[in-house]
């Protein structure tokens, strides 16, 4: 059974920091391509950051660009998201999710397979 657990939400000021992890337990891991997505209460679920199976390429949206970096330890089976210089906007329930598609960046939702429970963050003005 697949699992993806999201942890290191939280409330922080903006122009702050955090970091997001995605626990999985996926055996092959390393052949996941991975992905972050957000959503904010009353709008749909948008695509943040992407990352391939051995982290050699990654993708952002616009509005995390320069901001937000993703990374990957595959020997800890986990994903980050490195988040710096957090505005009010990005306030939203974060969540990982696994597209079994290891050498391809996906943005949207439906390429991926598996989906953690997801994790608030808050930034406040």
């Known amino acids: 059974q697949v699992q993806l657990v999201e942890s290191g939400g939280g409330l922080v000021q903006a122009g702050g920091s955090l970091r997001l992890s995605c626990a999985a337990s996926?055996?092959?891991?390393?052949?996941?391509?991975m992905g972050w997505f957000r959503q904010a209460p009353g709008k749909e679920r948008e695509f943040a950051a992407a990352i391939n199976w051995n982290g050699g390429s990654t993708y952002y949206a616009d509005s995390v660009k320069g901001r937000f970096a993703i990374s990957r330890d595959n020997a800890k089976n986990t994903l980050y998201l490195q988040m710096n210089s957090l505005k009010p906007e990005d306030t939203a329930v974060y969540y990982c999710a696994a597209n079994p598609a290891g050498l391809r960046i996906a943005v949207r939702p439906e390429e991926y397979k598996y989906w953690g429970q997801g994790t608030q963050v808050t930034i406040s003005s």
């Open positions: 996926i055996r092959t891991f390393s052949t996941y391509a």
